[in-house]
């Protein structure tokens, strides 16, 4: 049998990333990753070794780490994820920021494919005193968001259907949405985790903003007078976006950068009167 740090070792070398190794071993052992430093020493049983192999093998074939262990954490929530789910990023924590600051107590929220439901837990944890919806297209990814929900004891009302459509005649203080904004012929589609991911939730028409015209178009409708519209896009997609909230629908329109400097949520607030 082999030490632990020997094996640890030669998966960081074959993967090319030791935190990866960790999370991999730690999952294939039921043990958190402080765990290894009190047993660096120790020897790993024959079975456990061939089962972190595999795990190692999958990842080596580019199966991303949230889907082989079906964990990540967002905001400090553990959730579930699946291949019917986008894989929660932490960039898009800034998202769950902007809107929780634009939130009225005992304001009325509603989360734009929630697909794991990441961004709605997120409000909800927070804030307790709000009113939380969740909208997704896939059946399979609402399945795992309220899974999420159940685990966590918290409370958000989840709607299947496209957009705004299984809420109609709702409106809400915010309306958040981390939509798919990837050019249909990008080729990084076909790459690294996004090559696992639900196409449905990465890609929107050939400039990658078909998804988003719709929620523009859609939010006037379901917004209070004054409400928020926070939408996550690509980097270069920021100027395109602000050209499409004109007024007298749309005011204090701005796009917000991202901790490396790239523009990545852009938001406005909605007049009736327009």
């Not at 999958?58 to 789910?85: C, K, N, Q």
């Not at 299947?160 to 809420?167: E, L, R, S, Y």
């Not at 996004?194 to 028409?205: D, H, K, V």
Request: glycine share 8%; hydrophobic share 45%; charged share 25%.
């Amino acid at each position: 049998m082999t030490d632990i740090r020997t094996i640890l070792r030669t998966a960081s070398h074959a993967l090319g990333d030791r935190f990866e190794a960790e999370l991999l071993l730690a999952y294939a052992l039921g043990v958190n990753r402080a765990w290894f430093f009190a047993h660096a020493e120790d020897a790993l049983p024959a079975a456990d070794e061939i089962t972190f192999n595999e795990l190692v093998a999958r990842r080596a074939r580019g199966e991303p780490v949230a889907y082989i262990t079906g964990h990540r954490d967002f905001w400090s929530l553990p959730l579930e994820v699946t291949p019917a789910t986008l894989i929660p990023r932490p960039e898009t924590e800034l998202l769950v920021e902007l809107a929780l600051a634009r939130l009225p107590e005992g304001g009325r929220l509603l989360d734009l494919g929630t697909g794991s439901g990441a961004i709605a837990l997120a409000i909800a944890k927070e804030r307790p005193d709000a009113t939380v919806h969740a909208v997704d297209a896939s059946e399979a990814a609402l399945k795992v968001a309220q899974r999420n929900a159940r685990a966590l004891g918290l409370k958000v009302a989840f709607f299947h259907g496209d957009w705004f459509a299984p809420v109609a005649g709702e409106t809400y203080d915010v309306v958040v949405s981390n939509p798919p904004y990837i050019e249909d012929t990008d080729a990084h589609l076909g790459q690294g985790d996004l090559s696992f991911e639900p196409m449905s939730a990465l890609a929107s028409g050939k400039d990658g903003l078909d998804d988003l015209r719709k929620i523009i178009d859609g939010a006037p409708a379901h917004l209070a007078d004054a409400g928020w519209l926070l939408f996550e896009h690509g980097w270069n997609q920021g100027e395109a976006l602000r050209a499409l909230l004109n007024p007298p629908r749309w005011f204090e329109v701005a796009t917000i950068r991202d901790l490396e400097e790239r523009e990545r949520v852009t938001g406005a607030r909605g007049s009736q009167e327009g």
